[in-house]
């Protein structure tokens, strides 16, 4: 069965990275947790974004992963740096806009990049695009609510609509022909925005890309753990329900409303157990 992977975001966006992930490696062990309590992280403090993905790190470490994938743009900017300095031993997979293939694939020499207030204003995001945008027009753009509205499940309809264009219309009328989806919860409006934004328009959206990463450091994972004897690596070990179950999900707001979300946006079923926040940013599960 091999190791398992910690994946986790503020709430559902994660969820399109770890979708990709399970397609790739089908027998790899999962951990998501998602911060509900906590979601929108995009307009939170770097710092405090930085104290609860330590210790989401720390819960996932505690139930085994051996992997973690911070499957969320906002908290990658705020947090991944440090979190691979208080956990020198651990293997993590974050997320940098695309503004690399964007840049690339521009006819207009106009590229959007649209994200949350963290991300735009966050170090990766300066370094993409020094590193790989000095020769095109980069248009940023906070798309405020959105988060909210994938997180309300609000993806098509008039409604959905008249938000994402009041977004999208500002980077469309300054000339982008291709949109960096540099938020993972945007990915559940990719259609959405397809549709509205229109042929001549390229979506890039850096999911696939990360999740494949996370697949070949899991593979060679694997095949290191067949050799080691640590049953930590072993989910087998657990007993109980949802503890043996290949994937398991978490969140800090209400599992019921998460499992309806896993179901409608990804088509996964299965049980969801609640994590609670402690004492001085500590995580433990709602049954202790
Ligand atoms: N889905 C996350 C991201 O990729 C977090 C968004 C938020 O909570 O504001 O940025």
């Avoid at 051996?66 to 906002?74: E, G, Q």
Wanted: a neutral charge.
């Amino acid at each position: 069965m091999g190791p398992s992977v910690g994946i986790f975001d503020s709430g559902v966006g994660g969820l399109a990275v770890w979708r990709e992930f399970a397609r790739l490696a089908p027998d790899a062990p999962t951990l998501y947790v998602a911060d509900q309590a906590h979601v929108p992280y995009g307009p939170r403090p770097p710092e405090e974004i930085r104290r609860f993905a330590e210790a989401i790190t720390r819960f996932l470490l505690d139930q085994g992963a051996r992997l973690i994938v911070v499957a969320s743009h906002t908290i990658s900017a705020a947090a991944l740096w440090p979190l691979r300095e208080t956990f020198p031993d651990v293997p993590f997979v974050g997320i940098e806009p695309a503004v690399k293939p964007a840049a690339a694939q521009t006819r207009t020499g106009v590229i959007g990049v649209l994200g949350t207030f963290g991300t735009l204003n966050g170090p990766l995001m300066a370094r993409v695009v020094e590193r790989f945008a000095q020769h095109v027009r980069v248009v940023p753009r906070v798309c405020s609510g959105w988060v909210e509205q994938v997180e309300a499940g609000l993806l098509e309809g008039e409604e959905a609509e008249a938000r994402v264009r009041a977004h999208l219309d500002v980077v469309l009328q300054a000339g982008a022909d291709v949109l960096v989806l540099a938020c993972t919860h945007y990915t559940f409006l990719a259609p959405l925005i397809r549709r509205l934004a229109g042929p001549e328009v390229s979506l890039v959206d850096p999911a696939p890309a990360v999740a494949r990463r996370a697949a070949e450091i899991w593979r060679a994972q694997t095949r290191g753990a067949e050799e080691e004897t640590d049953p930590g690596f072993n989910r087998g070990a657990w007993r109980g329900d949802a503890r043996t179950a290949l994937h398991r999900f978490f969140t800090t707001g209400d599992p019921l409303r998460f499992q309806e979300q896993l179901r409608r946006l990804i088509g996964q079923d299965g049980p969801v157990e609640r994590l609670v926040w402690g004492l001085k940013d500590t995580l433990q599960t709602a049954s202790g």
